[in-house]
């Protein structure tokens, strides 16, 4: 079977490209991507689990913001080695689709609490335009761009950000929902994810690759195809993690040899936490059992930011714990847990402990057998940053369906 041609930017350890392969609909031509582990953990899972030939020359790990180089090729880079560059990498192929999403560090609406400058001078903003080029460069018939919601009220300059966003991709030939906070805001949850994270899906059609009108198409796209594949339960928490191996403190003795807190799981990988203190492993404890048992000692955010001030001796402006529900979805699972995982307390207080990459993984829908290479906190990173596959996948079938319908029907 012929499939859709893509392209995958900022691509992450591969959360978006695992939905699209899980479709078997789509071949990958190029992968771009800056972070080192990531683009190693995408090497990996593209040669292991999808068998994808010559991944050391498609996973280009590069900044994209070096255009030209990107496009035509560099050598002997002291960081990023050589490469032939992505226009022979594409070669005479039509690219059908670019999917990916610039860094969202600079449109989040908690980065932007925490910066002082309330993220107006972060380069992040702008990283749009790169993948604005790529897509001017290979003229695909539609892309893909997700990110924050906070990417819908960020003004960096002291206006809108999307708007800039739309006005510059209808300048290069696609349109763009103008009902984005309507239509494009998805909450991943009503898709199968055992986790709240709202994402925008920003799909961008080509004006003259069809003879429909895209702005007809995109309508059709958001209130129909997609929504045909919302799920009718949601996935708990409960659903997502019980099954792992239970992971209990160690003895205080234990954890001085051993220099682990915790018992060690199972053989699946990534299923560690991270060392914890005696003293955290009693907080964490004391607020799964007050959960538990509903004695609601600790019930809204001032008596949290109380107790880890009486704990740590540390002031915090925001409050640092949460305790998931095994009962409910997961808050969002950022790319903060490679600093802490404070507000991703495990609901057992058994086990006195926040969730292991594995956990946050699972929460996220990645398999068990996606293997995340590099440290503990480059783990945490790169799964709080990807897209949820079960999400891209979703996605996939409503580009695959759309373009079928809407399109010359001509594959790669």
Known sequence: MNKYSYIDLFAGCGGLTDGFEQTNMFKPYAFVEWD?????????????????????????????????ELLNGYKDDSEFGSHCGLKKLVGNANIDVII??????????????????????????????????VVQEFQPKLFVFENVQGILSAKPDGTYIIDKIIEDFDKAGYVISKELKKMALLDSSDYGVPQIRKRLIIIGIKKNATTTNPTNILHDFYNNILQNHKVKTKITVKDAISDLDPLYPLSSKEQINRKMSHSKGSIIKNHIPRFHSQRDIEIFRELALDVANGSKKYPDTESLKKLYYEKTGKKSSFHKYNVLAFDRQSNTIPAHLHKDGLRHIHP?????????????????????????????????????????????????????????????????
């Open 348 to 412: 057992d207080y058994m086990q006195g402990r926040t969730i292991t990459p594995r956990e946050a993984a699972r929460l996220q829908t990645f398999d068990d057998d996606f293997e995340f290479l590099g440290s503990m906190g480059a783990s945490y990173k790169m799964i709080g940053n990807a897209v949820p596959p079960l999400l891209a996948q979703k996605v996939a079938l409503s580009i695959d369906y759309l373009l079928e319908k809407y399109f010359i029907k001509k594959r790669e």
């Open 36 to 68: 080192k582990n990531a683009s190693n953990t995408l090497r990996n899972r593209l040669a292991t689990k999808w068998k994808i030939d010559s991944v050391d020359k498609k996973v280009m790990h590069f900044d994209i913001q070096r255009m030209d």
């Open 100 to 133: 990916g999403g610039p860094p969202c560090q600079a449109y989040s609406i908690a980065g932007r609490v925490q910066d002082k400058n309330n993220m107006q001078c972060d380069y992040r903003n702008y990283l749009f335009e790169s993948y604005l080029k």
